[in-house]
C-alpha cells in the first residue's frame, strides 16, 4: 500500500481536485458529467465543506494531491443532516494503490467526530472496483435505480449504498 498523508483540502488545492476528477469523465464510469468542469464552477461547492462539518480530505504522496474524498450533505433538509454523500475520486495513475482504501478508513475513523451517523454512496453499477471498495468497509446496497443514467447512448444503472456508523 502506497505511504500517503490525509489532511483537509485548502482552496488551493481546488485545481488538482477538479484535475483529478476530470480525468474520470472520459472512463464514464465514476461519474455522471459528460464535460469537463472547471475550479471556478466548484468554488461554491468547496465553500460548502469545512474541516468541521462535511470535509473534504485530500491524499497527498510526494507532496503532490493524488485523490480526494468529501462528504457532503444528503438532500439538504434538516432530517437528514446526520446522513453524508460520499465521493472519492483517485488520479488515474495513482489507483489500485491502497489510495482510496486509506480515504475511506479515515473518513470513518472521523464520523464520530463529525456527527454524522449514516453514509450513502451513489455508484455505476459498471464501476466494480468503487463497489467492491466500500463493500469491503462494510457499505451495504440499500438500492438499485435501473437505467437511469445515458452516458454515450448507453443506459447506466445506479448502486445506493449505504453504512450506519
Not at 484535475?19 to 455522471?32: D, E, H, L, S, V
Not at 480526494?68 to 454523500?85: D, H, I, P
Not at 472519492?88 to 489510495?99: E, K, L, T
Not at 457499505?139 to 445506479?158: I, T
Request: with cysteine; proline share 5%.
Amino acid at each position: 500500500m502506497t505511504s500517503i498523508l490525509i489532511r483537509h483540502a485548502l482552496i488551493k488545492d481546488l485545481p488538482t481536485i477538479v484535475k483529478i476528477y476530470n480525468a474520470a469523465i472520459p472512463g464514464r464510469q465514476a461519474t455522471g458529467d459528460l464535460e469537463p468542469i472547471t475550479a471556478e464552477s466548484r468554488i461554491t461547492w468547496f465553500k460548502q465543506h469545512s474541516p468541521t462539518s462535511y470535509p473534504i480530505w485530500v491524499a497527498q504522496k510526494e507532496n503532490q494531491v493524488v485523490g480526494w474524498l468529501s462528504l457532503q450533505r444528503f438532500y439538504g433538509r434538516e432530517a437528514y443532516a446526520k446522513t453524508a454523500e460520499v465521493s472519492v475520486y483517485i488520479a488515474p495513475n495513482n489507483q489500485g494503490n491502497g489510495i482510496g482504501k486509506q480515504l475511506v478508513q479515515h473518513m470513518l475513523e472521523s464520523c464520530s467526530t463529525l456527527n454524522i451517523t449514516t453514509l450513502i454512496c451513489f455508484i455505476f453499477a459498471h464501476n466494480l472496483p468503487s463497489l467492491y471498495l466500500f463493500k469491503t468497509f462494510g457499505f451495504e446496497s440499500w438500492g438499485y435505480l435501473p437505467q437511469v443514467a445515458l452516458m454515450d447512448e448507453n443506459h447506466r444503472d445506479l448502486v445506493i449504498l449505504g453504512r450506519k456508523i
